[in-house]
């Protein structure tokens, strides 16, 4: 397979700064050793201080300036920071809480995706970059719009997402009525409708809504952004060749990824590892002090992994943590290295450019406590001399071979929405699920790709597991049937059919695989089921009666893990220790090695070797290697 030259870069706000410094900031970006400067997502209004009235000479002064020092521009178009006079125009465009409150204007992200007004003035602007910069030389990459979904804004209440969901039920349900009516199963409490124009969202109910009504409206909105998305990406390549990503955000499921990925040239994240550790990975106490400042060692990993699929095998980190940030609930700086680590650890994932976020601390504003590669007063920041360090390291050593691994996990937006809407259990989510499945591979020393629920060819894998996705196709299904792998399901993988209703016959409806699931409880975390040889199902089981060979038992006798032929069944959420030793004895079936790792040490293959990643503030002997605490190893295989 052939290799690609890793490159770092910087996102930088021009608008942000006097004029007369530009010049120095780039070439102080082109000594640093970076490639990339991405410009422009926030810069809506000095591009348009008043509707039509288009102030971009200082964008091409801008662009001018950074491409000439050497550096490639990647330019944002600026969407998610509509300002005030767009509102003015448009005092309807707000995205609405689900408590039917607009939400307000003085951040970002404040517009409603089904919003027809504000799309237009979002198309106009976009229309005017991409006219002006489509053939610019140093314009060598796009970014459209800025973290979609973040701030919790890919859901909006509004009166215009109203309009806009009816209309995509009578599209679905090809206008009959009757048609959902039976698909939903309304004649359950006598909601049965007439129309498809008496259909609300579902905020507000008594008590809680059709879980089929939910389940649609997570749909349209995902498809809100998805199109919404597409218009930019339209207009961009009807004026540009460059590519086109956007930088999607951590943990973040409630827009389909890979509908809106199969629009872009290549996907991106945003990668905040402390900020995460607190505001979002899940992780107890003791795991959160022990990695405060280094970031949870798979959290980091998953997204890499989730968003190389996302990309079609092409990303990027387009804004990594180079410091302490403002908005987790505690701000600590990274331990020395760290920063260097985190910037490996994507490369050997397979990152093709890491940049920094941001070049220069700004003084003023919400972000005035999040650090940049420079202090507010220019002088070098801690996280500089690192990102200098690894532009080194790219120039001496060899690069990154990319690989297809042996294990490969499936990620299902649409069953992160069906979870959402019916968790079943306080605390449960599919992308905890299989964020845990993941952690349990990983710490066997397992590199794993993520694959989208499209994935037809598993040539290659050995091991393949859909934990949860809860609508599995019948193409799916067929292609699973096809593959030489391993095929773990469970827990709930096929409990309901494409409408959110229970099948019959029962799930999983697996040809292949006697297994019925009989009933299902969720758990108190104080009464987890204890299985036989050694660990737990934690949130979630499953009652299963099946002829199929039992594995493993819960310790009340019922069956917990079966096998039959290639199919395996798990009926329930392990924690770690359960589905470390079940997956562990299954790979050594299955021929896949396996190493067992402290939970700071995780490693990654590529084609040509073998990356280790120390998060660890002890050194750690494994596999006959030392690493050193906070550290990035290679060793050929
Ligand atoms: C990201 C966002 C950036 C900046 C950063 C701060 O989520 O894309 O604009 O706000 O967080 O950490």
Redo the contacts with the bound molecule.
């Keep these: 397979m052939s290799t690609l030259k890793r490159t770092l870069g910087v ?1 930088y706000y021009p608008e942000q700064w006097p004029r007369e410094i530009w010049k120095q900031d780039a070439q102080r970006m082109v000594e640093a050793g970076l490639t990339w400067v991405r410009i422009g ?2 810069a809506w209004q000095s591009l348009e201080p008043a509707a039509g009235d288009y102030r971009l000479e200082w964008l091409d002064d801008a662009i001018d300036v950074l491409g000439r020092a050497g550096l490639k521009v990647v330019l944002g178009t600026p969407t ?1 920071t509509p300002p005030r006079w767009v509102l003015a125009k448009h005092p309807d465009m707000l995205a609405y809480d689900d408590q039917g409150r607009p939400r307000g204007f003085g951040s ?1 992200r404040h517009y409603c995706f089904s919003h027809d007004g504000f799309r237009k003035e979002a198309a106009q602007i976009v229309t005017q970059l991409a006219q002006r910069y489509g053939a610019n030389p140093y314009v060598a990459a796009w970014q459209t719009d ?2 979609y979904g ?1 701030h919790d804004t890919t859901i909006s209440y509004s009166p215009a997402a109203r309009t806009a969901f009816q209309q995509w039920l009578r599209v679905r349900y090809e206008g009959d009525i009757h048609a959902l009516n039976t698909a939903w199963g309304n004649v359950f409490w006598s909601m049965t409708y007439d129309d498809f124009d008496q259909i609300d969202l579902p905020n507000l109910t008594v008590t809680e809504p059709n879980p089929a009504h939910s389940l649609a409206f997570r749909r349209f909105s995902s498809d809100q952004v998805v199109s919404f998305n597409r218009a930019q990406v339209d207009i961009i390549r009807a004026h540009s060749d460059a590519p086109v990503t956007h ?1 999607y ?1 951590g943990r973040i499921t409630d827009f389909d990824h890979f509908a809106v990925g199969s629009d872009l040239d290549f996907a991106s994240w ?1 990668s ?1 590892p402390l ?1 995460f550790l607190e505001d979002r990975s899940g992780m107890d106490a003791a795991h959160q002090k022990h990695f405060a400042r280094q970031g949870d060692p798979d959290f980091q990993a998953f997204h890499h992994d989730l968003y190389r699929s996302v990309g079609g095998g092409r990303w990027w980190v ?2 990594q ?1 180079p410091g302490p ?3 987790a609930p505690h701000n600590p700086a990274p331990l020395d290295g760290m920063v260097r680590l985190w910037t490996w650890e994507a490369f050997a994932h397979g990152a093709e450019a890491v940049c920094y ?2 070049w220069r601390q700004a003084p003023f504003a ?2 005035q406590m ?1 650090a940049g590669l420079l202090r507010p007063d220019s002088v070098a920041a801690a996280g500089l001399s690192e990102a200098c360090e690894v532009a080194r390291e790219l120039s001496d050593t060899p690069d990154v071979v990319p690989a297809q691994a042996r294990v490969a996990l499936m990620f299902d937006y649409d069953a992160d929405f069906a979870w959402a809407v019916q968790p079943h259990g306080a605390g449960l989510s599919y992308f905890g699920l299989v964020f845990e499945t993941y952690r349990a591979l990983r710490s066997l020393g397992l590199s794993v790709d993520i694959v989208p629920p499209s994935k037809r060819d598993f040539a290659g894998y050995t091991l393949i597991l859909l934990p949860g996705m809860l609508y599995v196709p019948d193409a799916l299904k067929r292609a699973l049937h096809l593959c030489e792998g391993q095929v773990v399901l469970g827990p709930r993988t096929g409990a309901r059919n494409s409408e959110m209703a229970i099948p019959v016959p029962l799930p999983p409806d697996w040809a292949g695989l006697d297994v019925t699931v009989a009933a299902v409880e969720s758990l108190r975390s104080d009464t987890p089921v204890a299985l036989r040889g050694g660990g737990y199902f934690t949130g979630y089981r499953e009652q299963i009666e099946t002829n199929a060979e039992v594995l493993e038992y819960c310790a009340d006798g019922q069956p917990a893990f079966v096998r039959q032929g290639n199919f395996y069944y798990l009926a329930g959420w392990g924690d770690q220790p359960a589905l470390r030793r079940l997956f562990d004895t299954l790979c050594n079936n299955a021929g896949l090695e396996t190493i067992s790792l402290p939970d700071g040490v995780r490693c990654r293959d590529t084609g040509a070797e073998r990356f280790w990643f120390n998060f660890d503030t002890t050194a750690h002997s494994v596999a006959g290697l030392d690493l050193p605490a906070i550290s990035v190893t290679r060793s050929a295989f």
């Design positions: 996102c997502e926030f998610a970002r800025n973290e973040c930088n955000m945003d905040y900020g387009m804004e943590q940030v403002n908005w976020f941001r919400q972000e999040h």
